[in-house]
Structure formats: C-alpha cells, structure tokens
C-alpha cells in the first residue's frame, strides 16, 4: 500500500506535512487516489490565524451552546487537516464496497492529502460533473442556504456582501429565483465576476463613505433583503443600514471576536429588521429554512442539477492552481494576499 502524506495545521500560521502508512482496506473501505482539493478559505483562515471561538471555548452539541472549558480547548482545532474537498480516482475497493469500483471518478468532502481511505457514504460520483464543478459544491451549499434562508422572492431587490466562492455563487443563485441584484466588494476581479455572473449594480464599499446610506438612495428606501458572505461585522453593519423596514439579513459569513462594530440599536431594532444565521451543513445538522426543511444532502442534489443543466456558472471562480509540493504556500496566499484570489486549487 502506499503512503499517504497530508496538510496539517499543527498551530496558528503553523504547516507541515505528514506521512502516514496506509492499512490494508477493511471490507467497507475505498482507497482513492487525489488528483484535485480545494480549501474553504473563510472558516479555515480562522483555524489559522487562532481567531475562531472554537480556539478559546467549546460547543455543547446537545446543548447547542458555546462554553468556557478547563481543558485545552485548542487541542480540538490542532493539529487539524487543511483543505475541504477533494476529488480523486478510485484505486481499490473492499469487498462489500457495492457503488463503486475501481477507476470510477469520485469526489468527498476531504482534506488535502495525495491519497484517502474513505467509505461509501463519504463519496460521490462525478456522473456528469466536472472535477472543478464538484469543487464548487461547497461553497453552492452555503449560496443556495443563504438564499433560501432569506427567503428571497421574484423581483425582490437584493444586497450581496463579500464577493468571495459563495458570494459570487450567492449572486447567481439570487437572479436564478428572480431578484434585482446588488454586489458589493473592493476587489476588482471580484467585482468583474459579480458583473459576470448576473449582479445587476456592482458598488466598491471602499469607494462610498456609507454603504448602506448609497444604497437605501439607490433603491428609494432600501433592499428587501440581503445576504451577508463576507464573515466581517463591517460588512453585516453595512447590510443593516441598507435594508428597508421588516427587511431581512441572512448571514452565512463565518465571524469571530465582538461584533464592536455593529449597533443593534439604531436600524435593526427601528426598522424591525429580522437577522438570520445560515449554516445547512451536515456536520451541524442544520436545515435550510423551506417549506419543507432541506439538509445539507438535500442541497447538494439540488447544486449538481444546477450546475449540469448550466444554470450555476464557475467560471473564473477557481485559481490559483498549486501543486501539492507548494500547498503550504497555497495557505499563505490565502492568508497574506486575498485580493489575488477566490478559491484556490491544489493538484497532485
């Protein structure tokens, strides 16, 4: 068997790469392997700048609440794998594997690593979908969330925030149920892909002095709706402003630290507007807000027609491509130098 050697994360803006032997497979068990990965570059930038609240506390899963923890609670972020999604070729199958065999093209939702052993209910099939699509489905996922948990109507007006993957595939998602879309980034790339994708005005925050003011003049009164991406409370302040009376904001951006530079007192609380948390990711077995509640599976069949049928577009939103040598310094770009990128590949 082969050794596997994968991306750790071994502390804040701490890497290396580790090897470990592969056991022969178990009767339930795949071996595939990678040839491309992707990294989920908001949630993971907090893992490794030490910013995400699981680096100082713990989530009760029964619960469901955050809480202070006498142990290490850093121990449960490091070491950790990096990367989210990650498509191969299968090269062995146990012998009670029944969907799969060998040469088939399958995707999973895992990590950086040159080889896998994983079970049949952690993958897919390509089946139509291109490697690059099947790295898009992730972030579609937390899109196709955030728009429907903010419930966005036909000919709604619409206010897009942080043009990163799921922004810009939020943008698309919006004109697909019929709105008028307004994008908002400070990067030009970015904003060239919101134009691309369908986004009907496209506004560089960093250019206005007040982006919610522009916009409530823009649309005499303000948006029906918008869909926070960015994870910045900047950016969620800005979507407060911009939003009419009982408008709503769904935030799917991940945040971190004190919202210090939000103020529940003055719009959200006189517009009586309504704030939403978007998350229909499997790990938390959350749902999106429907008519009938769709999980995270759910939203993935729903992302893979789309994208098939043509009416989800990614071009341009992948890049850059490093090898899987340069996949710490793929981290650090990440990191050190956004504006340059959206969502960056690995090959092997």
Known sequence: MPKRKSLILTAPKTMCFQEDEIEELKPKEILFRSFLSAFKHGTEMRA???????HQRSFDIDLRVFQDNPNNVASVLYPSALGNMTVGIVEQVGSEVKNFEVGDRVFGWLPVADWHVTTEEQLYLLNGLTPEQALCIDPANFSIGGVLDGDIRFREKVLVTGMGAIGLLAVQYCKLHGATVYASSSFPKRRELARKYGADVVL?????????????R?????VDAAI???GRYSQLQFAIRATRQCGRISCVGFYSGGAT???LGEEFFHNRLTLLASLPDSYWNNPARSETPLYAKDLYQLIMEDMKAGRLNIDGLLGPVYPFSEAMQAVEKIAN????????????
Request: hydrophobic share 35%; aromatic share 12%; net charge negative.
């Open 48 to 54: 490794y700048y030490g910013s995400s609240p699981f």
């Open 204 to 216: 560089n925050w960093k250019e206005i002095p007040d982006l919610g003011l522009e916009i409530k």
């Open 218 to 222: 823009l649309t005499n009164g303000g």
């Open 228 to 230: 926070e991406c960015s």
């Open 261 to 263: 530079e939000i103020n």
């Open 337 to 348: 130098n956004s504006v340059d990128v959206i969502k960056v590949v690995i090959s092997y």
